[in-house]
């Protein structure tokens, strides 16, 4: 099943936006505590194929040496990404408090 990928085009990664329209932060405040689930990442299953930062809507995770990161302080703990994750390098997990 491919849950969120409604059809197949050729692009170049020069084409995808580095970003979401607005930086994380812009117009909201960091995470307000409603956030029951985070992602965790497996940094030594990531291969760092972006896919997770592709389809973020928040545009909270980035891709540094190849492994994704996410920022916490604004993620809302979706799954999306963990969901996107082909290899499974991102569980959700009970958040922290
Ligand atoms: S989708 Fe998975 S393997 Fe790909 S960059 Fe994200 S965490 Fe890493
Ligand atoms: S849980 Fe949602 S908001 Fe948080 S990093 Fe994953 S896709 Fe982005």
């Known amino acids: 099943m491919r849950p969120y990928i409604r059809e197949k085009k050729d692009f ?5 936006p580095e970003n979401t329209s607005f930086e ?8 307000s505590g ?3 689930i985070r992602p965790v990442i ?3 299953k ?15 995770i980035s891709i ?3 492994k994704a990161e996410i920022d916490y ?5 979706c799954g999306i990404c ?12 009970a958040e922290r408090k």
């Open 46 to 60: 990531c291969v760092g194929c972006e896919q997770c930062y592709l389809y973020c809507p928040d545009g909270v």
């Open 82 to 93: 963990a969901k996107i994750c082909k290899i499974k390098a991102i569980e959700m997990e």
């Open 12 to 16: 170049t990664f020069d084409e995808v």
């Open 24 to 31: 994380a932060g812009y117009l909201t405040t960091v995470n």
């Open 73 to 77: 302080d604004f993620c809302k703990g």
């Open 42 to 44: 497996d940094t030594a």
């Open 34 to 36: 409603w956030r029951s």
């Open 64 to 66: 540094r040496d190849r």
